[in-house]
């Protein structure tokens, strides 16, 4: 059952990242992550959690990703020392030596915004091809 406030490492996150905390959407309970469709998901997610709350289309959108990992990690569970749960915007603060980015992913700033984040891939390390290359079918930007 989701709570209010959503889990620890959420909350922990919206609060490293201060004013971009908007960034960390809560993620809703199990049942909902499962669901065959939105409006199924919407509606286990209310009935699951305390408030009531319903996903975002946007956290919605990665719930494919998040069964992906769900399926590794139970088809190989070695892999659970190994993997570790970061958020992207936490990532990239930590790459930009632990300063905010001071330019976002959307609006007038886009371009500049995803411009630093493909400079700080590559600066640690991501080979460039992979960071500037072709994007998979499905993948923003």
Known sequence: RATAGGRAADRAARAYLGANRSSVFPVPPRAAIFADDYTAAKALSRANSAPPFA?????????????AVDDLLHSRSALTARLHEVHPEIAFRRLNGDRPLGAGKKGPQRQAGLDLRRALLVAAGLPETLVHGARPRGVGA
């Open 55 to 67: 996903p975002s289309i946007q956290c919605f959108n990665i719930f494919r990703y998040i069964r």
